[in-house]
């Protein structure tokens, strides 16, 4: 199969969350040319903020091959990723994703991605508490850890 019977996959998959009662965003994750995830949007249906078509992919992908890290996979996926799930991308080790429609795309619809590419409107406090870095301490003295 190519990048484009791919990424027609992908966007089946966001006809199928618009039938569904959710967003128009589907996504497919692939390795050694076999399809290993695919998912659409969920947030409504879940009342899950998270639960855009990459996100949910990914979480498939990892349970498929037991693993969090997705090196050597790619993303299809029917709109430009948000920052949200370009994120969880990078997290999951996936470093080719081909795309449809673009986050302009998602704009003209109604879609706010675009304020998630733009400053910041989230104010950060830090409050010093030792015993979180406490635990990061115990964490990180453990032989057997997964870092990631």
């Given at each position: 199969m190519s990048h484009i019977d791919f990424l027609k996959i992908a966007v089946e998959e966001s006809l199928l969350s618009v039938q569904a009662g959710s967003s128009p965003f589907g996504a497919v994750i692939v390795k050694d040319g076999k399809i290993i995830a695919k998912a659409h949007n969920q947030v409504v249906l879940l009342n899950d903020p998270t639960a855009h078509a990459e996100v949910q992919c990914i979480r498939l992908a990892c349970q498929t091959l037991k693993s969090f890290d997705l090196s050597g996979c790619?993303?299809?996926?029917?709109?430009e990723p948000c920052p949200m799930c370009l994120n969880a991308i990078k997290w999951a080790?996936?470093?080719q994703v081909y795309y449809a429609a673009t986050r302009d795309d998602a704009d003209a619809i109604g879609f706010r991605d675009r304020v998630f590419y733009q400053e910041d409107p989230i104010e950060l406090n830090h409050l010093i508490l030792n015993e979180a870095r406490s635990v990061m301490d115990t964490w990180y003295s453990q032989q057997d850890k997964k870092p990631y």
């Open positions: 790619t993303l299809y996926t029917s709109c080790n996936i470093t």
